[in-house]
């Protein structure tokens, strides 16, 4: 008899891919591909300082001169000559909701943005297309010294020489395409700069809402957590489904000082038509914490492998994350860990899951090098297959170049156990519930990691139903 | 002189480009030339249809060696043939492109112990690419050793690979120990329902010695297995890269794969690359890696020391113990003794 499978539902996309019918005349666009022309005009409505127009063709140079990556999901069909590199709204950036245009403040309100930051965030920035919309911080929290802004105030302000110092540096142009498209094409994003020994209690978040189709969003969010400082910061992103392809190419640059605590939360909810090329990295200094959550659910395709470098001595990295794909989807997953500094530690915690076609390959990197005595490593990738239509891979590479250290990894790929469901049986469980318990479980270990608001969120993205019994 | 630049032990699914681990680019200079071994109770010579049986190093290099007019010898065991083990003695000397090749065709029910003794003289200098190939029908089994030892400046070639029928059953047991380099390329492709492949694979590196290790094993046939188990130990300046890969294919209902490494890394100057891959397509499969790289565990080692060993001769015995479990895993009582007389004293010689 054939065994009828546990049914887990889509993820209801309806909150993300409302849109209010929009007026070319609402927004600036610039005409579709890449060229220097395009660049330099991108330059010119930002206000560009010499060094970043120079800075902008050189990046756009090296994009000319490197090939796609020869590894991962499959992105031929992605013709940077359809994509629209800068979409403007007509509005200004404003720190009061009142002021930001209707429909682009319904569109926040429908989200939740600005409740949420009634509720539990120390400040918020929010992107709309290629810009930021909104963006303000609470009075206490900047009283502290704390900077939240978007990065092109951030540029021509008092910190301007401090982001020249940091601006893709971590990610430098060379280091893949999708970042050499960034650093020409880049526009919006986030600045923050946390000073010595400021503790930001309640977390500052960044939303991005990409909404023109055929469009690309190149956000730069850069963060400077300096010596015993500590911060958490939550970064949104959603876009409604068009039939054509939309990219989202940002660049996120974390430093995190001797001493200092970053924790950056990521829920990312593209639609279905979005190749999702996002580039992040992280760089730690002596005794300091670097923890990323994140929870991938949306986009067609999606490369996304956050690296952290523990540079300082006894630096520490976890990565705890969820990747959920569905029918259309590709997510390519993971992360990168590199200890430089003596007695670091990194842990890698995965969980994946597949249904309804939708493909979910776990990457890694972790790489120990000579000078790293004492590192400590360790890696577990868990995979859930829901169908035989869908797919797992988990790419993990280790490369440890001293002996003065210690890596464990595991990996399990399988599907719902009948062992589990049979031991939670005999203990006078339902059958559909204790199966409904064990999906809901195994994600559990990353959901609990979120702030409250956002675990009730990707509860409600897997949202399950269970049917059917083991025959 | 002809110079032919190759790549081999390609992974089946690429990964970083930064890593440099996708695979391996070598050089061969000059003309493959036939090596015979020594063999002992040599099986039946006999033909079979091996175009189907696919490389573990790459086609590219198999290739080469078939340009230059190197044949292979085919056997063809029958059921209850080949009772005692067939031994074959590669005794290699200073030569470049020595190479050998072979078939097996195991008919339904035939089993086989084949022993695999490459070496080469201490001082020797040159390559040798040995190329096995296996069609396992229902039911046989297989039960292959290899054991490999050159001396520092030598160069080997290690290619073998596998088709296994309904319920056949391999059991490989391989400890190499490398000289100059070793590229090791094994393919086991399980087609039959219920088929197995099980394999036990030990190194001990030490110098400059270099090991690139590329494993594939398909899952086609339902409740197929695979267990894998490398245990190494490196030292010196030793560099090594392990890529095993598990590819369930869709249709392996109730497949099931596993893999463990285990390294040692006994010297600060080594590099210890790995990387376990697990392909799935099909949702009622089970597939599992673990892996654990460095130094002793804390434990180990206190729990040797308040026994009165010092610190050096309890990394020396951990050593020793990693390949006695390779050495464990052959059934063979006599091979086994062999074996351990054989690479006794590895790592042991130069001091």
């Known amino acids: 008899m054939a065994k009828e499978r546990t049914e887990v539902q889509d993820i209801d996309r309806s909150l993300y891919d409302f849109r209010y019918e929009e007026k070319d005349s609402d927004f600036y666009k610039i005409k579709e591909g890449l060229t220097a022309e395009i660049v330099e005009e991108i330059s010119d409505k930002k206000n560009d300082p010499q060094w970043m127009r120079d800075f902008r063709l050189k990046a756009l140079e090296v994009y000319h001169k490197t090939d796609i990556p020869n590894w991962g999901p499959d992105i031929s069909d992605l013709n940077m000559d359809n994509i629209v590199t800068y979409v403007k709204p007509k509005t200004k950036m404003s720190a009061d909701w009142e002021e930001v245009p209707e429909d682009i403040k319904n569109t926040f ?202 540079k300082g001595d006894n630096a520490r990295a976890e990565f705890t994350g969820v990747t959920f794909a569905g029918a259309g989807q590709n997510l390519d997953t993971g992360a990168k860990m590199v200890h430089i500094g003596k007695d670091t530690s990194s842990y890698i915690n995965t969980r994946s899951i597949s249904k309804s076609g939708g493909i979910s390959t776990y990457r890694s990197a972790v790489v120990i090098q000579n000078q790293a005595k004492n590192a400590k490593s360790a890696v577990s990738c868990q995979s859930l297959m829901l169908d035989d239509q869908s797919r797992s891979d988990t790419v993990p590479a280790i490369d440890v170049r001293t002996n003065q250290a210690d890596v464990g990894h595991e990996a399990k790929i399988g599907r719902i156990s009948d062992e589990a469901v049979f031991y939670l049986m005999s203990r006078g469980i339902p059958e559909e519930e204790a199966k409904s318990l064990i999906v809901s479980g195994f994600a559990d270990s990353v959901s609990k990691e979120l702030p409250l608001e956002y675990a009730v969120e990707m509860n409600n993205l897997i949202r399950l139903e269970m049917v059917g019994a083991i025959g | 002189m002809r110079t032919e630049e190759l790549i081999i032990n390609k992974m089946p699914v690429p990964t970083f480009r930064w890593l440099k681990m996708n695979e391996s680019k070598i050089k061969i200079e000059g003309a493959f030339q036939s090596f015979t071994p020594e063999i002992e109770e040599e099986a039946t010579r006999g033909e079979g249809d091996f175009s189907r049986v696919v490389s573990g190093l790459g086609e590219e290099l198999a290739g080469l060696a078939k340009e230059d007019g190197c044949e292979s010898t085919g056997y063809r065991i029958k059921k209850g043939e080949a009772k005692a083990p067939m031994i074959m003695h590669f005794l290699y000397e200073s030569k470049e492109n020595q190479h050998s090749s072979f078939c097996f065709y195991l008919e339904e029910g035939a089993k086989l112990t084949l022993f695999l003794h490459r070496e080469s003289e201490e001082k020797a200098e040159g390559s040798a690419y040995l190329q096995e190939k296996f069609i396992l029908e229902k039911n046989a089994e297989l039960n292959l050793i290899l054991v490999s030892k050159f001396g520092d400046a030598f160069q080997s070639y290690d290619d073998l690979s596998l088709q296994l029928q309904e319920s056949s059953k391999v059991k490989l047991s391989a400890i190499h120990l490398c000289g100059k380099s070793a590229h090791i390329g094994y393919r086991a492709d399980l087609l039959g329902n219920r088929s197995e492949a099980e394999m036990h694979l030990g190194y001990f590196l030490e110098k400059q010695e270099r090991a690139d290790y590329n494993l594939l094993v398909n899952h086609f046939g339902k409740k197929s297995e695979s267990h894998i188990y490398c245990d190494g130990v490196l030292r010196g300046e030793a560099f090594k890269i392990f890529r095993g890969t598990i590819d369930l294919k869709h249709g392996a209902k109730g497949a099931c794969g596993n893999e463990q490494e285990n390294v040692l890394l006994m010297d600060d100057n080594v590099v210890n690359q790995t990387i376990p891959v697990i392909l799935c397509d099909e949702d009622d499969v089970e597939g599992n890696h673990g892996a654990t790289i460095g130094r002793l565990d804390e434990d180990s080692v206190f729990y040797m020391q308040s026994r009165g060993m010092d610190l050096e001769s309890t990394y020396e015995l951990m050593a020793e113990a990693r390949m006695e479990n390779v050495i464990h895993s052959i059934s063979d009582k006599s091979i086994q003794a062999y074996i351990e007389e054989t690479i006794r004293g590895k790592g042991k010689e130069e001091e």
Not at chain 1, 253 to 259: D, I, Q, R, S, Y
Request: hydrophobic share 40%.
């Open chain 1, 109 to 310: 309100e429908k989200l939740g943005i600005p409740e949420a930051e009634r509720k539990s965030l120390a400040g918020v920035g929010a992107q709309y297309d290629s810009e930021l919309v909104y963006h303000n911080l609470q009075e206490e929290v900047a009283a502290k010294g704390v900077v939240y802004s978007d990065i092109e105030s951030a540029l021509h302000g008092p910190y301007g020489e401090m982001i020249e110092k940091h601006f893709m540096k971590l990610v430098p142009p060379t280091d893949h395409k999708f970042a050499a498209l960034h650093g020409a094409v880049w526009s919006g994003g986030s600045f923050v700069y946390v000073p010595k020994g400021v503790n930001v209690e309640i977390p500052l978040q960044s939303y991005f809402r990409l909404n023109a189709p055929g469009a690309g969003q190149f956000e730069h969010t850069l963060i400077i957590v300096d010596e015993g400082a500590e911060l958490h910061f939550i970064e949104g992103c959603s876009a409604p489904k068009y039939n054509v392809a939309n990219l989202h190419a940002g660049c996120v640059e974390l430093f995190v000082g001797k001493n200092a605590k970053l924790r950056y939360s990521t829920i990312e909810n593209w639609s279905k038509n979005m190749y999702n090329l996002n580039t992040k990295r992280a760089r730690v200094e002596e005794n300091g914490i670097m923890e990323w959550v994140s929870g991938s659910f949306g986009s067609h395709i999606s490369y996304l492998y956050p690296m952290t470098i523990l």
